[in-house]
C-alpha cells in the first residue's frame, strides 16, 4: 500500500480513509509499515493491506498468536487462565498450534496431491507396460528378419544393436512428442494453481530417462531371446 500510494514520499503520518472520499468514515494515520504479506496461498500477487487497532475496528471474534519458547501445547491452560482473567464473558472456542492450523487449512490440497501421486504413479505403470509391449512385441516380429541376417553371416551384437537403436528411436520420438505438451500442460496448470503444480525438469528429466530404460529392456530381452535361435528355425518363424 505504501509503494502505490506514496511511493515517492514517507508515507508515515500520511492520513488517509476508507471507502467513499464523501463517506462519513474516519480519517486514518499511519504509524507504521510492514512487509508484503500474500493473503491467499493460491494467488502470488499482494494487494494493499491496512491493520487497524481492536479498539478503532472491533469484532465479535478474533483471533491471536503466541509465541512460546517450548512446547505450544503446554501453555493452553495459561492462556486460557489468562483471557478469563482479563474478562470472563469472553468464550474461548479453540486453542491451536499454528501448524496445525496451516495443515487444517490445506487439508484438501494435501489430500489433492496424494491422489495426483497415485493417478501419476498408475500412469507411469501403464505407459511403461506400454512400451515394454509395444517393442516386444515388434522384436517379436522381427525374428524372420534375425534369422536371414544371420544367415547371411550377420554378427549377432550388430543386430542387438540394431535392435537397441530402433528402441531408442520409437522411444525418443514419443518422448520428443509427449515432453513438449507435459511441459505446457504443466506451465498452464501452474498459472491457474500457484503453488500447488509447478514445473520441474528434473522431475520430466527422470521419468523421461526411466521410459527410456524400460524401453530398452523391453527390446534387449526379446531380442537376446531371438538372437539364439537357430537361423533355419527363425527363417520358418511365423
Given at each position: 500500500?505504501a509503494?502505490?500510494?506514496?511511493?515517492?514520499?514517507?508515507?508515515?503520518?500520511?492520513?488517509?480513509?476508507?471507502?467513499?472520499?464523501?463517506?462519513?468514515?474516519?480519517?486514518?494515520?499511519?504509524?507504521?509499515?510492514?512487509?508484503?504479506?500474500?493473503?491467499?496461498?493460491?494467488?502470488?500477487a499482494t494487494?494493499?493491506?491496512?491493520?487497524?487497532p481492536?479498539?478503532?475496528?472491533?469484532r465479535?471474534?478474533f483471533?491471536?498468536?503466541?509465541?512460546?519458547?517450548?512446547n505450544?501445547?503446554?501453555?493452553?491452560?495459561?492462556?486460557?487462565?489468562?483471557?478469563?482473567?482479563?474478562d470472563?464473558?469472553?468464550?474461548?472456542t479453540?486453542?491451536?498450534?499454528?501448524?496445525?492450523?496451516?495443515?487444517?487449512?490445506?487439508?484438501?490440497?494435501?489430500?489433492m496431491?496424494?491422489?495426483?501421486?497415485?493417478?501419476?504413479?498408475?500412469?507411469?505403470?501403464?505407459?511403461s507396460?506400454?512400451?515394454?509391449?509395444?517393442?516386444?512385441?515388434?522384436?517379436?516380429?522381427?525374428?524372420?528378419?534375425?534369422?536371414i541376417?544371420?544367415?547371411?553371416?550377420?554378427?549377432?551384437?550388430?543386430?542387438?544393436?540394431?535392435?537397441l537403436?530402433?528402441?531408442?528411436?520409437?522411444?525418443?520420438?514419443?518422448?520428443a512428442?509427449?515432453?513438449p505438451?507435459?511441459?505446457?500442460?504443466?506451465?498452464?496448470m501452474?498459472a491457474?494453481?500457484?503453488?500447488?503444480?509447478?514445473?520441474s525438469?528434473?522431475?520430466l528429466?527422470?521419468?523421461?530417462g526411466?521410459?527410456?530404460?524400460?524401453?530398452l529392456?523391453?527390446?534387449?530381452?526379446p531380442?537376446r531371446?531371438?538372437?539364439?535361435?537357430?537361423?533355419?528355425?527363425?527363417?520358418?518363424?511365423?
Amino acid at each position: 500500500m505504501a509503494d502505490r500510494f506514496w511511493h515517492k514520499s514517507d508515507p508515515l503520518g500520511q492520513r488517509f480513509k476508507l471507502g467513499a472520499a464523501n463517506s462519513g468514515g474516519p480519517w486514518m494515520t499511519v504509524v507504521g509499515v510492514v512487509g508484503d504479506v500474500r493473503q491467499n496461498w493460491w494467488d502470488p500477487a499482494t494487494f494493499p493491506v491496512v491493520y487497524q487497532p481492536y479498539l478503532q475496528s472491533s469484532r465479535s471474534s478474533f483471533r491471536f498468536l503466541l509465541r512460546v519458547t517450548s512446547n505450544p501445547a503446554g501453555h493452553s491452560s495459561a492462556a486460557r487462565a489468562a483471557i478469563s482473567q482479563r474478562d470472563p464473558q469472553i468464550a474461548i472456542t479453540e486453542i491451536n498450534t499454528l501448524q496445525t492450523e496451516i495443515q487444517d487449512s490445506i487439508a484438501m490440497v494435501h489430500i489433492m496431491g496424494i491422489l495426483m501421486t497415485v493417478f501419476g504413479i498408475v500412469a507411469l505403470l501403464l505407459s511403461s507396460l506400454g512400451v515394454y509391449g509395444i517393442l516386444s512385441e515388434n522384436v517379436a516380429h522381427r525374428t524372420h528378419e534375425f534369422g536371414i541376417r544371420f544367415a547371411l553371416g550377420a554378427n549377432p551384437r550388430d543386430v542387438l544393436q540394431l535392435v537397441l537403436r530402433h528402441a531408442l528411436l520409437v522411444c525418443g520420438i514419443g518422448l520428443a512428442i509427449g515432453l513438449p505438451i507435459s511441459f505446457a500442460v504443466s506451465q498452464a496448470m501452474a498459472a491457474f494453481v500457484f503453488g500447488i503444480v509447478s514445473v520441474s525438469l528434473p522431475v520430466l528429466a527422470s521419468l523421461a530417462g526411466l521410459l527410456i530404460v524400460v524401453a530398452l529392456i523391453a527390446a534387449y530381452f526379446p531380442a537376446r531371446r531371438a538372437l539364439h535361435v537357430d537361423p533355419m528355425v527363425a527363417l520358418r518363424y511365423e
